[in-house]
């Protein structure tokens, strides 16, 4: 990838992913750096038109909708904003990817992982995360952060218990290449230290141990 740095940040409703990807966005710019920050679903135009139509709790849709509506986002957001970046030697951190989907359509909608890895492997054209952290942070707390917060739930949100135990199970079972988990109960700066630490570890002269 010429130098490129594909970070992701995955996690459940509420984990603190928006909260981490801002602080880590701060500090890295603190160094000199200039990563691309995006979220998924959205990033370009018509991936945030596939956004509304996903979180729209007046849309009705079934996983398997679901799944080719977030994965054309993602094929979207993939091939007009983060490879550039990438083949632009930059860092592109990137608010959920592919666990996500893997997750919510697969463990949570019954879809099968094998089909879910297919078609996103027509949407990424194979490009997968250098490092992808999951903050891992049961259900009840992301969602009483999210009340907290103020935040309505949307449709994806607005699923029963059952279905987002499965999605937090899935998110504690993740690994593979890159993959690191981070406990996300703490408050916001050891959340931010924990995942600034994996950076370091990973890629020691990008991102050089020190106090915030
Ligand atoms: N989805 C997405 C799929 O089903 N399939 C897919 O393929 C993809 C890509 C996206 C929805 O789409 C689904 C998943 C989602 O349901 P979203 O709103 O973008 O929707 O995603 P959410 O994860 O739901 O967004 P949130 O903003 O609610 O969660 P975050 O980003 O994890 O949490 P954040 O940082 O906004 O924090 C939430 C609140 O907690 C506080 C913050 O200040 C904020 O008030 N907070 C903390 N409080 C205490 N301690 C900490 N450590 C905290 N960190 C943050």
């Known amino acids: 990838m010429s130098g490129g740095l594909f970070l992701v940040l ?5 984990a603190g992913k928006s909260t981490l990807a801002r602080a880590l966005v701060k500090r890295m710019r603190a160094l000199g750096l200039d990563p691309v920050a995006v979220r998924e679903p959205g990033g370009t135009g018509p991936a945030e038109h596939a956004r509304a139509a996903l979180l729209d709790p007046a849309s ?8 080719l509506f977030f994965t054309a986002a993602r094929a979207h957001l993939v091939q007009s904003v983060v490879r550039p970046a990438l083949e ?21 909608g019954g879809l099968d992982e094998a ?22 942070v049961s259900p009840a707390t992301g969602r009483s952060r ?12 607005a699923h029963d218990d059952a279905f ?5 199970a899935a998110y504690r079972r993740a690994a593979g290449p890159g993959i690191h988990h981070i406990d ?3 408050s916001p700066d050891e959340v931010l230290d924990q995942a600034w630490r994996v950076l370091h570890q990973e890629r020691p002269d990008t991102f050089p141990a020190g106090r915030r």
């Open 10 to 14: 995955e996690g459940p409703e509420g």
């Open 60 to 67: 009705e849709m079934e996983p398997q909708t679901e799944l």
């Open 88 to 108: 632009g030697g930059r860092i592109v951190l990137s608010d959920r990817h592919v666990l996500s989907t893997l997750a919510y359509q697969g463990a949570g």
């Open 115 to 136: 089909q879910i890895r297919q078609v996103n492997a027509v949407a990424t054209q194979g490009l997968e995360p250098d490092i992808t952290l999951v903050l891992d």
């Open 146 to 157: 999210q009340l907290r917060e103020g935040k309505a739930a949307d449709r994806i949100e």
């Open 164 to 168: 987002h135990d499965r999605v937090a």
């Open 184 to 186: 996300a109960s703490g």
